[in-house]
């Protein structure tokens, strides 16, 4: 399946990093994936009590990272620059559905109590509690819907797509993202060490982001060292991205984010600034992007989306 | 595999309908099925803080009645009395992970706000909220890492599972299950129709009844004939279970349910009792057995458990 609105999302292949736009590659990746989103939720029937809430929450916005990271490993191990197979795409757009869900449930009273995401109420005071709890269930169970759909399994392996089923299930589970929300729970007001806040990351954003990467990279048809290889670069990227979302509670600007700042030092949140200090927390995000970029240096220059978006991790206002 | 109990949890392979034990039935599978799910729970690590409540409310009792139905539909279409495969065990296991989730998510304050289940405090009570929230959310995702792990799909052929991955996704998602416990919330207060009734129900409960028939009977190697008259048993029973469920709120002894009675009442809720008043309730579930069993005419000796589970759904006192 190419890509509907290929000819805008997509750089010229033969692209060099230096010639290669990031923001017009994250707008292009971002509408086609939105659009893949929507056409997902579509097959829910409009009378559906929970459609609306699962759709407030899932179309709201939002960066798109682990799809666009699953599409960019795909591409970097070969899927051409031009193509994206419905596969790859559904894959991406199934682990959104989790990261959706997954925000939607840290978002209740119970959990973190926020109010405002992505710019916008958060869905249980958009909605009710009630409401918020069953679409994040709903999302959840939605996405292992989309992993295993025959229109997908037709188009490639069954094993490969079981495999990946179990390597989602397994990265979103109570070994990996939901083991990393019940840490940061228990982490509130406890003392951490770095070591400690690492491992948290490492299961709370990192899981989701490494198999976003896997998923792509095996169904693009990976060699087992590019495997290895984005399993480093996902490792690096995904502790990268979080210092740079604590910094951003620091010294972010609240209308850019779209969520208010400074809500982790008023929790007494164990952060990396909190940590380390500001400057300190600035340098570790660094060295982890230089590691990032480190691990694909076997990568011709399919991986470029990759190695600018490691760069963008840091650079980036929201 | 054979079930490490089977000497104790199998009728003779030659019992008939009118010799079979229900009692020593139930409590054989019971007990291999309870084996099953502990054994499933250990590979998550015991220094995992999402286990102590994940294992309180899997394996603090319950009927197991999805799995007793799965591997009970794998028996009625072939699989031998005294053997038991891994996958349908697996899979009937992985359906009760759902059940168990649904459990803790619908007694949470903002749903059913339930303090007893299963003689017991709700997981809510017995941890805290966002506890259980997040063990709800650990079952449910680990149920489809069961169903997707590499040692079931050695045992058997990846597409199948692929399949009932997506059906039992489907069933447990936005037009299944939680489609059913929105509408439940919905329905609250106000008077529905006993059609409108019946369409909750057969979402709320009965699609995850139908999947647990319809995967066991897959996995079993069922004719399209024979999936057929599952599922017309399935949609049989699952609604007669429901019913009957709302006849003990009513009339049940709560020392043997192992939660309060009369609850449906006071809150107002839409139940065949309220609509139809006791009688009727009790003739319409006893039809509904008599389809179930009428569904299943074509099937030998081997389906005389269905026969009986369909025959013990509206007799049974808890």
Do not use: W
Not at 9 to 24: D, I, K, Q
Not at 168 to 191: N, S, Y
Request: include cysteine.
């Amino acid at each position: 399946m190419n890509c509907p609105k290929n000819n805008k999302c997509m750089p010229a292949a033969g692209a060099s990093v230096e010639e290669f736009n990031l923001t017009a590659y994250l707008a292009g990746e971002k509408e086609c994936i939105d659009g893949h989103l929507a056409k997902l939720m579509d097959t829910i029937p409009d009378t559906n009590l929970l459609k609306p809430a699962m759709a407030y929450s899932l179309l709201g916005g939002g960066k798109r990272m682990r799809p666009i990271l699953c599409l960019a490993a795909a591409r970097a191990v070969g899927v051409p620059f031009r193509e994206i197979t419905e596969p790859v795409l559904s894959t991406g757009c199934a682990i959104e559905f989790i990261h959706t869900y997954s925000l939607i449930h840290d978002d209740l009273p119970a959990m973190d109590d926020d109010n405002l995401r992505r710019g916008r109420k958060t869905c249980h005071i958009a909605f009710d509690e009630a409401t918020a709890i069953l679409a994040g269930d709903a999302l959840l169970t939605q996405a292992f819907e989309i992993l295993a759909s025959p229109d997908i399994a037709e188009k490639t392996s069954p094993g490969l797509l079981l495999s990946i089923v179990h390597a989602i299930a397994r990265a979103a589970g109570p070994r990996g993202m939901v083991a990393g929300q019940m840490l940061d729970l228990a982490a509130e007001g406890c003392k951490v060490s770095v070591d400690e806040l690492q491992q948290l990351h490492g299961l709370k954003t990192g899981a989701l982001i490494r198999v976003s990467l896997g998923a792509g990279a095996e169904l693009g048809g990976a060699s087992s060292d590019q495997r290895e290889a984005l399993k480093r670069y996902g490792q690096a990227i995904g502790l990268a991205y979080q210092i740079a979302d604590d910094i951003l509670n620091v010294e972010g600007d609240p209308h850019v984010l779209g969520k208010a700042v400074g809500t982790d030092a008023q929790r007494h949140k164990n952060t990396y600034p909190a940590l380390l200090g500001l400057s300190a927390s600035k340098a570790l995000a660094q060295s982890l992007v230089d590691n990032a970029l480190q691990a694909l240096g076997t990568f011709d220059k399919k991986a470029d989306p990759l190695r600018a978006i490691a760069r963008y991790v840091v650079l980036r206002r929201y």
